[in-house]
């Protein structure tokens, strides 16, 4: 019997890395710092005390960054950042240019 994902199509990787990129537009300029601890593999603990918040700041955060983002977890936020902050400059002025 084949298992299928009931998962919406963005979530499951579905979606366009540029559209996925242009929500990076929703979050906070806070947010977007949690974000990048997030894509280091960073704890709660560690982002609190670099952001000089509490962890239940951090976690506040990380619940809206999912929620924004579309994303069920820590770890796709985390994924999401890294490949946003480490896209390819071509990609990086394509999306300059609008």
């Known amino acids: ?10 979530a499951a990787g579905g979606e ?7 929500r990076m ?6 947010e977007r710092q949690v974000l990048e601890q997030l894509a280091t593999g ?4 560690a982002i609190a005390r670099t952001l ?12 809206r960054i999912l929620m924004k983002l579309d994303l069920e977890s820590r770890t796709a936020a985390a994924v999401a ?15 300059a240019a609008g």
Do not use: I, W, Y
Not at 42 to 45: D, G
Not at 52 to 63: M, R
Not at 81 to 95: N, V
């Open 1 to 10: 019997m084949q298992q299928t994902s009931e998962r919406p199509a963005a």
């Open 16 to 22: 366009s890395a540029r559209h996925r990129f242009d």
């Open 25 to 30: 537009d929703r979050l906070s300029e806070r």
């Open 42 to 45: 960073a704890t709660n603990h």
């Open 52 to 63: 000089h918040v509490t962890e239940g700041t951090v976690k506040a955060h990380v619940g």
């Open 81 to 95: 950042g890294f490949a946003f902050l480490h896209r390819c400059p071509a990609c990086r002025a394509s999306e």
